[in-house]
């Protein structure tokens, strides 16, 4: 699990550098997510802009070797999930996918068959461009990527 805090730990470091900039966007912290994830298990791949599937496109598909475990969509730092959760857009994947992150890079919300399985919040982005770590959401989200990088 260390190994697992240390990969969470980099990866606020990254998403604080790039907030630090003042201009980063939802794409920008994605070559960190994609990382993050494939530290986490061995033999996971990441795909950010896979090609569109029959629900739409969602950000990241996630593999081990040739099986696909799971997919990811991505929101801006600071985008309400709550609202997002009843958009068409995550009706639709909630309904096709059966495994599923949404994330705004700092909380993610773990669903599986549309149903919400866990979520858990790393912490909070600060006006300054840092983040306010939340240790208890840190060792949550350690928990949660693993959990649903186990292929079904």
């Known amino acids: 699990m260390a190994a697992d805090l240390k990969s969470i730990q980099d990866y606020i470091r990254a998403i ?7 201009d980063a966007t939802e794409y920008t912290h994605r070559e960190a997510l994609g990382v993050l994830i494939e530290s ?3 033999g996971i791949s990441a795909t950010n802009e896979p090609k ?31 609202v ?3 958009s068409d857009q995550l009706k639709r ?8 992150i949404l994330t705004d890079y700092l909380e993610f919300r773990w669903y599986v068959d549309g149903e ?4 858990a919040c790393l912490g909070t982005a ?15 989200v350690a928990e949660l990527i693993p959990l649903f990088l186990t292929i079904r």
């Open 16 to 22: 604080e550098k790039k907030l630090a900039t003042g």
């Open 40 to 42: 986490l298990a061995s």
């Open 52 to 82: 569109h599937i029959e629900c739409g496109a969602p950000d990241f598909v996630i593999r081990k070797g040739v099986t696909t475990v799971g997919y990811i969509e991505a929101k801006d730092i600071g985008i309400s999930l709550g």
């Open 84 to 86: 997002t959760e009843k």
């Open 93 to 100: 994947y909630l309904n096709s996918l059966t495994n599923l």
């Open 116 to 119: 919400k399985r866990l979520s």
């Open 126 to 140: 600060t006006k300054d461009g840092k983040i306010k770590r939340d240790k208890d959401g840190i060792q949550a």
